[in-house]
């Protein structure tokens, strides 16, 4: 019997220990994260330029057409613009799988009124867009916009833009967004 109550005592002690341990443990990568102790260290550089020429180029082109009365901005996320359109809470409505499809893309401009309406997309497409991935990006974008009734204006890629041309192209997707 004394053998007994010493083995339970012994035991006791034992799993006072690795509780004592498992806390202490828990405490400790609690406290790492905490501190920001990473595995890999944060470094960045910054990009040259946030639009290549060709980018810099057509935005001049828009600029000058939005004068005054609109505004253009560039690099727009396109869960910015859109969002899915069905209840983010109703069980199996597919919300996070929607929103998963555009949080990490991009379109390359938006034009706005004064007060940041949204009037239309334009997405420029250089020679990339030939590409296989990026033929299935550029349908899925465009279904997107289609569906959400947001006019979405392609441009391809030009060594000179007529800005008519482009007003002309950027105006009818506005007026009839179909």
Not at 51 to 67: D, N, Q, R, Y
Not at 80 to 106: M, Y
Not at 163 to 174: L, M, Q, R, S, W
Request: contains cysteine; positive net charge; hydrophobic residues 40%.
């Amino acid at each position: 019997m004394v053998e007994f109550v010493l083995f339970l005592f012994g035991a006791l002690i034992l799993l006072s220990i690795l509780y004592f341990f498992s806390l202490a443990h828990k405490r400790k990568s609690t406290t790492t994260a905490s501190q920001g102790q990473r595995k890999h260290p944060i470094k960045y550089k910054p990009q040259a330029q946030l639009f290549t020429a060709t980018e810099k180029k057509f935005l001049s082109v828009l600029e000058s057409i939005a004068g005054d009365e609109l505004k253009v901005f560039g690099k727009v996320r396109v869960s910015d613009i859109l969002t899915p359109a069905v209840n983010k809470f109703e069980k199996g409505s597919g919300w996070h799988w929607l929103f998963s499809q555009i949080s990490q893309k991009h379109i390359d401009f938006v034009i706005t009124d004064q007060n940041l309406n949204l009037l239309c997309a334009v997405e420029l497409n250089d020679p990339s867009h030939q590409r296989k991935d990026r033929k299935t990006r550029d349908q899925f974008i465009l279904e997107a916009f289609q569906s959400a009734n947001v006019p979405l204006v392609m441009i391809n890629t030009q060594h000179k833009y007529l800005e008519e041309h482009i007003a002309e192209t950027i105006a009818k997707k506005i007026v009839s967004p179909s």
